[in-house]
């Protein structure tokens, strides 16, 4: 810990350096003459309120001077600086860290080893509207965005509890992202916080540019053979505080409009939004509808291509399944490249201007099915099933989770090519232990829970919409009351 030193210009001229003011032209050290004594302050150009700042150069301009004696600083602070947030810091990593977070550093010349640290800091933004990936029929219409006080602005809005605690870290290393753990004291595990915070104040990353991502794998470090996610991600206000409200931790980075959700097990996955404002059952019957429709995209092509390999095993009355012109490749390799095709899409969709994306994914399509069906490249069936998976697989929202399932749909067909039957059933076998052994963040909740350990009331509540349950403190206290 550096600390100023008590000479004014000493101080001015750390700063100065530290900060490289003269070899950037957004770096602003602004200097003011207050009466008989002297004034400088470093700023970013547009991190910080221009219009907030003026008027509180008119005001110090005014001033007779900037006091002297021991504790200057602390009183110019408390009696002659017109803001909200204010502080003073002997720390020069601090006070530089402050500078480059959007806050305002001031030094005065009577100061001594102090300064004053007005945070009037805005960052751009952009509206907190719906996210695209998490679109619901009904309900509210914000989501997150990449200003973390913004963010938790929006779940205070909907949490007015004296128990949502926002705990603030600083990471180490050249990042120095601010991240916010949030939860509800005496609903979410104590032992579960404490372990989150440990392992957020512990790591060092050397740069945090991709937002949660980035701060995830530090957390959790992956084995590179298990795909599947860790991590529950949000963009909704509204589904993140309702997570909170059942137990759960949010991880919140800035510059990161998304939300983690932690510990995650492999069933958080199958909630989405719209199941809950729609009536219970409606929303049951969406539920298992998804779930259904996601497993199927695992052992669609798997099994029919089991059932081509063993004729035997396929009943009369579903002869249609197998093709009438098989084509000029083999079943086996007609799927993978119907899987890589519709991935390439996929991609080229994403890359293409919002005007055109819908027209190219349509029309490159059905150019590249009509004419690989022409050519002897992939027979008819191939391209009705791969449709199918394909849009089985849109039923899930979350991309990882989406992509964990193919690469183990991928596993099985090739199993199932290699040792028939009992390739398919080991496959089944593999993908289990794949799940069983993918650890969460504490390891200690299973990433099957609530299935192992068993909890029957939260197994049904996630494969279920059920009734909203309103003995909460509110309810209880109407039914004291009456008694």
Known sequence: MTELSPDYRANVEELSGRLRVSENFDILQRRLLI????MTLFYIDGFVKEGVLQKMFQFFLGLPGLGSGEGAARRFADGKVPYVEVECCRDVEQLIFFVLSGAVVM????????????????????????PSSDRAMQGSKDGFVETLLFNTVLLRRRIRDTRLTMQYHKLKGSSQTDVVVA??????????VKIISEKIDKIHPSSLTMGYQGLAECL??????NPFPKVRTLERPDSAAAH?????????CDTSPQVMVLPTSIFDFMQQTDDYYFPPLTGTYLR???????????????????????LSLLPAWLGFLVPRDPG??????????????????KLASMNTPDRLSNSMSVVGGLILGDFAVKAGWLCGDVILYMAIVAVAGFTQQNYELGYAFKFMRMLLLLLTALLGIYGYIGGFILIALLVCTNKTLNNQRSYLYPLIPFNGRALCRLLFRLPKDDSGPIKSRVKKEKS
């Open 288 to 310: 298992i509808l998804r779930q259904f429709v996601f497993f199927l995209a695992l052992v669609f092509t798997p099994t029919w291509y089991l059932l081509l390999q063993n």
């Open 107 to 130: 030094l005065g010349s009577t100061f001594g080893g102090e300064a004053i640290v007005i945070d009037a800091r805005t960052y751009p933004a952009r509206d907190p509207e719906e």
């Open 183 to 192: 939860y509800l004291d005496g609903v979410a595990s104590p032992e579960a």
């Open 328 to 345: 000029e490749l083999p079943i086996l390799v007609q799927l993978f490249l119907a899987e890589f095709a519709i991935d390439g899409l």
């Open 244 to 252: 909170l409200a059942e137990g759960s931790i949010l991880v919140m």
């Open 220 to 225: 959790i470090p992956r084995r590179w053979y």
């Open 35 to 38: 009466g008989e004594d002297e």
